[in-house]
């Protein structure tokens, strides 16, 4: 087969960005091949039944940031994406707890029940946010500009941006560079006093990146995580019906749709360069594509260090690449369960389970869960973002029967030793144990138990480290140095070969702009 | 009452300069130092009979070139001075690594260690310098009034150009790069000898609340480098003792007819229809003088001084929400006899020590400022003092000075005491003896300040020695708020001229110099 | 109490100490939400009876949801002098001052009363909660600000006969207390503090008492105003009279300086038609710089009130072959209102008044147009088209009884 053109592109992974990517091509009638390692599409976003009747979103498990025009422009409703929303944020504390609900007024109350300061500080800050939100979505959209020697259309799209924060309130200004900044801890004193509040909230800080809540620059995390938006609606957190994998289901219909065609099990082993030009992808197997150009949707690490010969790329830019952050730092426990959790807090059934429920009672809780992981252990007492998606879409388990899924931080992926079986069950254990403190029936009412470690990740997913967004979203790695200044438009170094994962602009979460946005450079400069 | 053109509040290096070179520019001045003489921070005082100590710095990183051309502080006395070895790292097996303004000399001591790194050296030297090249002209500026930056704010920035024409916009972007970086990273990227590791991270860290594995600790590390000629750990002394950095500029204001007034601490700034007319002393004098610059911290020039009530609410908040956290302590001890460093010979004697073993027990060291107790094991940089300085100590005697992080201002469990003080003397001595063998028994006294003892004597809120955390959300624009950046302030006539001003801490002058500029263009 | 129970249906409102009464009474079951109480909007199925208590007999509304804060200290008048735009140093004790205050660029934030309870002890009541900002601006006061919403609850009662009913129920006469002074008396045995306020611009009263007493005073204020027509009242006879009054309303014709997400949509005080109370010859308060810079450039906006005139807008209607149509209750939607074909303001709130028989609205207008009988239009829809109709700016209050400001004696 080789010489023979077959694909206008190849894209290399089946993830929610190389899906996106595949449907903007072919949209734009380009011919298109996505290839996927495993049997099942969705790279992180994948659901999969590992125990008979229970569904598990294995890996990522709500959607918030996913870009409303990639729903709209893909179709993605018509293709099965059905988003249902998270209602709550329940925090269980010793003796009490803390709810945010949708009914501000409910809200305000019960923020009032422990600081009055607070409930009205809360009904200031979501609407600040949410402007700090939309003032960051010029950036967001442009593609970012070559720093290094920028070009013409770059420096328009530079001065755009700046125009665009000229026209920004020096209060806006203000509460930007510190969310650039700060502290996830340090940015939320300055508006609240109540600890687990300020805990809870800052934990959307800490997903995902490997620094406490105290750690300067875990504020843009939150930040990231406040640009998602449903329904024109800021930060509403939703649960896909059939979980992630769905979405990614979705993403692949539509592509399909497209006239794109997708392989699973079939790992590609390297890219095929030649005179400095991507012409080409070599499988594992021996079998060989050829097309115009190839899209890599993975890592950069991956991208960069495995897909392609280091003597293909400049060093400095190899040098770039291996100084990538890249630190897998959660883990994931999924849950079967014979009945319902029964909180100590809030005994019973009732609609605090139908939302995220957080394990985040204090900055300490959070701060010695970090302290465990910077120092090469996983955390004995973890924080976790807690959902339980048979609540919301009964399919997910049999009948009577729930899953839960734990997100947990910190699970380091450079644990001291190493991970093997042994510490996968003891960090198990551990997750189980913390949430018994609150959910003392827990323990009588697994019936699996499924632990995924970073190493888990790693191999199964090909996550590098098992970083669910491609790399850290330090300050330092965004925008025009995402993944490497001078190379962070979706191009590289070799001619026609792309990139469009989440180590690219503008970064982690299931919001397809990665993909979408390289589909379009690459539709710019498609001669 | 008396009347004067512009008050000056505050008798360190900074309102110094700002008053001499007010002075020099024609205006009437007047200095108000709370305490017996001028100098603040730099200050050389007498600890235990006989024994004298730099209270605070025992070295200056670097000064501003400007102040010491501008006021001609060389030949008012100055003399300043570099030791060969401006730091040592030391191991725990004697190890050392010693870094030299002689940057060949340096890789060589680190080739010891590690050959690898050793022959990264001077690559990095000049990665870092060629950073520090574009803040050194960043801190020439006042900084712009964001978002809305205007033309003649884009005309300063063209200071820049000249770096950038120098190093490409590679530079610019490393700059960028390495700002918001954490020093492992950072370290990641360069070094594989642990002691080389956390040597540097020390830098990162100098007088921060954050451990090493805090973002913006790179900003902190180039900053330490602003004028250092690509000298890592670059040390100036200045001989006589630190004082006579103030003295220096002191006796340029004199010569300009400012009126340096001491024991004369102002209780009020008297401020009418939003502006102020003049300042109220202690001793109940007031003396008229519609220019104020203070050289205090925000904390106490608007909260203590200008008072709340006079405060709008936006800038009170911006106020409350500027970030002290002293988190260092100084501890002096008077010594009878000479320690025996292991491994330094006598001639090294006049380097800066310090004790950062791994880059892991700089962070674990922190850890104690984030549960507000005293670190076991604490990150430890001392110099004898006595060396350079013979008149500090009686004969045969010495002083041995230490830098201790990290102190919290803020303990969980109650608030400093003796007996805490106490303690952290002895988990200093602990730590200082693996490497002194048989310190304690040198110490005849010892002097422990801790960021509330700074609070109380120096005025320094929360005991931040910067007047201000040196993190990114406080940097540039946003020192000490986005508001009042420029050195001016919502109150009329009042500007601010301390380290809490870009292009903050660390005794330079610059915060006073750029200050001027904005005072006299109006 | 069993944290089960706190997060109970029942409890995720708020209801107020009358809860067990006005429930009862409800006949219509019609709520509306405010500041997070469950509050009557009418208790018979129209609120036409109600509306008419409020002008002939004595209306009777529980107002508990209102925010309360006592504020205490040495230094108590002069941080209310500084916090609101009203000059809280010529208050005296036993005198009530209706106030707006406004953040440091002059915006309102708020409005309410301050009640002078003692030389230094105010009771300031707002819309909105205000803790926050208020705490806020007492650094460095010698003042104890708490909060009084849940510890205080009151009643309004509001019409032509509500003094008869007081002088009914108290042990003193209410006879000589005059229009936004309060008084502390008793009914029986139990204290309570009646000030001459309340959101009708009628004669009416406001009675302050312990949330414990709350049943007490209702059942012995029905009781003796039986005879005089006393009426259980809810929101929509309030919004109709407050109109006629020509009183603005938070979040209906104004939005929170503190809660505006965009300049535009703040409002000063000469903006809202409160140009009144502020008192820029204060020494200084919060705002004044920009107010004062505001007041002598003109400001953009005026607060005014509009007449739609009868018989164009009767004329659209009988042009569709229909009969005028009115609005049964006030509405709050922004109107958009014409000068020729250019929109010169928006209107956001309006009734029917059926005490005068006039169609009136309250409507932000830029300055150049808020002149008395300025000619402007006032969109409406007949039949599903947009119509504009001629509206004339008149003076507010549109009803202003004399009774609302005298004394019997």
Known sequence: MPGIKQ??????????????????????????????????????????????????????????????????????????????????????????????????????????????????AYMRFGPAMGQIGMSVRPILETIAPNAIRPSLSDLSALKKLLNHFQSLSSEQFEYLTKLMTMSSADFLDEWFEFEPLKATMSASGIIGTFMGPKSPG????????????????????????????????????????????????????????????????????????????????????????????????????????????????????????????????????????????????????????????????????????????????????????????????????????????????????????????????????????????????????????GNIFHGELSLQQLFSFRPAVRWADYTTPIKNYFQCGSGTHPGGGITGSPGEMAAKKILGIWK | MSRTDIIVIGGGLNSLVAAALLGQSGKKVTLLEARGHIAGLSSTEEFAPGFTCNVINDVVKWIDPRVIQKLNLVSRGLKLDSPEAVKIALDIDGKHITFYTDTEKTAHSISTHNENDGKKWHRFSEYITKQTRFLEKLYDLTPPKVPNIGFGDALDMSGLITP???????????????????????????????????????????????????????????????HSNGVIHNTVYIKGGTGELAKAVKSAAESYHVDVKTNAKVSSIIIEDGGCTGVQLESGETIAGNRIVSGLDPHNTFMKLVGPTHINPRFLTQLKNIKYRGSIARIHFALNGLPNIKGIQKDQFDSVFSIAPSVEYLERASDSVKYGRLPENPYVEFTISSILNPEFAPEGKHVLSATVQYAPYSLRNGSWNDELKHQLKNNVVKVLES???????????????????????FGLTEGNLNHGEMTLDQFFFMRPTISTAQYKTPIKGLFLCGPGTHPGGGLHGANGFNAVRGILKK | MSSSKRFAAETQLNLSPFFERTSKLN????????????????????????????????????????????????????????????????????????????????????????????????????????????NHNAAGMDVTISDDSKSTASLALQGPTSRDILNACAQDSLDTLKFFWMMDTQFSDIPVSISRTGYTGD??????????????????????GKPFGITPTGLHALDMARIEAGLILLDVDYISARHAIIESRKSSPFELGLGWAVKLKKKDFIGKKALEAEKSRKPEWKFVGLEIEWDPFEKLHRKAGLPPGLPCTAWRTSTPIYNGKKQVGYATSGTWSPILKRYIALAHVKSEYAKENTQLHFELKVEHFRKLSPARVVKTPFFDPERKRSCPV
């Open chain 1, 7 to 120: 694909y206008d592109a190849i894209i290399i992974g089946g993830g929610h960005n190389g899906l996106t990517a595949a449907a903007y091509l072919g949209r734009a009638g380009k011919k298109v091949l996505v290839l996927e390692r495993r049997h099942v599409l969705g790279g992180a976003a994948v659901t999969e039944e590992i125990f008979p009747g229970f569904k598990f979103t294995v890996c990522s498990y709500v959607v918030s940031l996913m870009k409303p025009n990639v729903m709209r422009e893909l179709m993605l409703p018509q293709f099965g994406l059905e988003l249902l929303p998270l209602e709550s944020t329940l925090t269980p504390l010793d003796g009490d707890y803390l709810i945010r609900t949708a009914d501000s007024d409910e809200t305000y109350r019960e923020i009032a029940r422990h600081s009055r300061k607070d409930a009205e």
């Open chain 1, 218 to 465: 875990s504020a843009y995390v939150m930040l990231h995580h406040y640009m998602g938006d449903i329904d024109g609606a800021f930060r509403a957190w939703g649960f896909q019906r059939g979980g992630t994998g769905a979405v990614s289901m979705a993403i692949a219909r539509s592509a399909e749709h497209f006239g794109a065609d997708i392989m699973t099990e079939k790992a590609v082993s390297n890219v095929i360069v030649k005179n400095g030009r991507a012409v080409g992808v070599a499988l594992e197997n021996g079998d060989e594509f050829s097309a115009d150009i190839v899209i890599s949707g993975l890592d950069p690490k991956q991208t960069f260090l495995n897909m392609v010969d280091e003597n293909d790329l400049p060093a400095d830019f190899v040098d770039d690449i291996k100084n990538f952050r890249i630190r897998g730092s959660s883990g994931k426990v999924n849950l079967a369960l014979d009945g319902l959790p029964n909180f100590t807090c809030l005994p019973g059934e009732g609609h605090h389970l139908r939302g995220a429920i957080s394990i985040s009672p204090s900055y300490d809780h959070l701060e010695q869960a970090y302290d465990d992981a910077k120092y090469g252990h996983f955390s004995q007492k973890p924080f976790m973002d807690i959902i339980l998606p048979s609540i919301l879409d009964p399919e997910m388990a049999p009948p009577g029967k729930h899953v839960m899924s734990c997100f947990v931080q910190y699970a380091p992926y450079d644990i001291k030793g190493g991970w093997d079986d042994t510490k996968r069950e003891a960090f198990g254990d551990a997750v189980v144990n913390t949430l018994a403190r609150y959910v003392p029936n827990i323990k009588d009412i697994i019936l699996h138990r499924q632990v995924v470690t970073p190493a888990d990740m790693e191999t199964t997913f090909g996550l590098t480290e």
């Open chain 2, 164 to 226: 950038l024409w120098k190093y490409g916009t590679r530079g610019l972007t490393d700059l960028m790069r390495t700002a918001p970086m954490m020093m492992p990273e950072l370290m990641d990227e360069w070094f594989e000898s642990e002691l080389l590791r956390a040597s540097i991270s020390t830098a990162g860290i100098h007088h921060l609340s954050f451990g090493p594995f805090a973002a913006g600790t790179g900003y902190n590390l180039l900053h330490q480098h602003v």
């Open chain 3, 203 to 224: 004669l009416g009263y406001e009675i302050w008492m312990k949330p414990d007493d709350a049943l007490a005073v209702w059942d012995l204020l029905l009781e003796k």
């Open chain 3, 27 to 134: 006949e219509s079951q019609e709520w509306r939400r405010w500041s997070g109480y469950l509050s009557a909007t009418n208790y018979e199925l129209t609120h036409e009876n109600e509306y008419f208590a409020i002008r002939t007999k004595a209306a009777l509304l529980d107002i508990t949801p209102l925010y309360k804060y006592i504020v205490e200290g040495p230094d108590a008048q002069a941080f209310l002098d500084r916090l609101v735009t009203r000059n809280i140093n010529i208050c005296k004790v036993g005198q009530v001052m209706y106030t707006p205050w406004c953040d440091e660029d002059g915006k309102q934030i708020d409005d309410g009363t301050v009640q002078r309870l003692t030389q230094d002890r105010f009771r300031i009541t707002s819309a909105e909660p205000n803790l926050e900002w208020i």
């Open chain 2, 435 to 457: 490497y002194i063998p048989a310190f304690s028994s040198l110490i005849e006294s010892a002097s422990v300040l801790t960021p509330v003892d700074l609070e109380n004597q």
